[in-house]
């Protein structure tokens, strides 16, 4: 079984940037798609951006030109740059990641808090 852990949120001015980790242990053969949502208070949570295991990213229109998904194989680690950050980004934000493992499937982030002062 593999366990995540999140890390990166925090408080920031409009403007400012942040980046998030999330960083997967455990007895893992393969990690394929791996994807950031955030839920905001009183919304559904929503996909951010996500990237397969080649590498292809999307992107939700409201954080193109801003955000940028990248991963790292060889440590099991998936990043999220936020750039231009907004008030409207504040939310919890978690990772989810498609693990091949002894327990296969959709493993999620305990979540972190993002919250962008105006």
């Known amino acids: 079984q593999a366990q995540l852990k999140e890390s990166g949120g925090g408080l920031v001015q409009a403007g400012g940037s942040l980046r998030l980790s999330c960083a997967a242990s455990?007895?893992?053969?393969?990690?394929?798609?791996m994807g950031w949502y955030r839920q905001a208070p009183g919304k559904q949570r929503e996909l951010v951006a996500a990237?397969?295991?080649?590498?292809?990213?999307t992107y939700a229109d409201s954080v193109k030109g801003r955000f940028t998904i990248s991963r790292d194989n060889a440590k099991n680690t998936l990043y999220l740059q936020m750039n231009g950050l907004k008030p409207e980004d504040t939310a919890v934000y978690y990772c989810?990641?498609?693990?091949?493992?002894?327990?296969?499937?959709?493993?999620w982030g305990q979540g972190t808090q993002v919250t962008v002062s105006s």
């Open positions: 989810a990641l498609e693990i091949v493992s002894g327990v296969s499937g959709t493993y």
């Open positions: 455990g007895n893992i053969l393969r990690i394929n798609d």
């Open positions: 990237v397969t295991s080649g590498g292809t990213t």
